[in-house]
């Protein structure tokens, strides 16, 4: 990734996203984590990832206690937030790769909400966060719509990381109805949320 565009923009927006995460209010306590079920499907686009990146989707992390909700961390998680929003343009899958459901890094510095969120999870893995506190998670908008964000496992509640905007956000302040989410456990399987209804589309049965 050192020599992609993708590289080279994520490092003119870092200095820009600190220093406006300077001037961003802490995000209220959640009223604590998601209550998961059991194994769910897995989203056909991350059954595709994991075709392609199979390294990625066999890892159980040896810890899984949730993540200290340090100053240190959540500087992280706004700053990360920051830069990947500003670096990655919105484009569909269908326009960037001529077809629908495409989970993959935007090297290309292009991307969908999903895109965005794999990168901001490979940037926080990065710098020392347990993948068991980084979860590919799926949720339904107000309007319906389906779309996915980044759930972050803390000792204070879940955060969610949003590619719609740069506050870091407690998840039950979000609006969101949330679906699924990757295990805590084991990076290549899911869970449900809160008894949520099966995703209409791209869903592996």
Request: charged share 25%; aromatic share 8%.
């Amino acid at each position: 990734m050192n020599s992609s565009p993708m590289a080279w923009t994520l490092r003119l927006c870092a200095v820009a996203g600190l220093a406006i995460s300077a001037h961003w209010a802490v995000p209220a306590w959640a009223a604590g984590p998601m209550t998961t079920g059991g194994l769910t499907s897995q989203p056909i686009g991350h059954y595709d990832f994991c075709k392609a990146h199979p390294s990625e989707c066999n890892i159980r992390p040896a810890n899984l206690a949730p993540a200290k909700l340090t100053d240190g961390l959540l500087r992280r998680l706004i700053s990360v937030t920051a830069r990947v929003n500003a670096a990655v343009k919105p484009m569909s899958d269908l326009d960037n790769y001529g077809k629908d459901e495409v989970w993959t890094y935007p090297d290309n510095g292009f991307g969908d909400c999903e895109d965005y969120v794999l990168e901001k999870r490979r940037e926080l893995y990065r710098m020392g966060v347990s993948l068991a506190d980084l979860l590919i998670t799926v949720v339904r908008k107000p309007d319906g719509e389906g779309h996915s964000v980044l759930t972050v496992r803390t000792d204070k509640g879940d955060y969610v990381l949003d590619n719609l905007t740069d506050k870091v956000k407690a998840w039950d302040a979000t609006g969101y109805r949330y679906l699924k989410r990757q295990a805590i456990d084991n990076t290549g399987r899911w869970v449900s949320i809160r008894d949520g209804q099966q995703v209409l589309v791209g869903s592996v049965q």
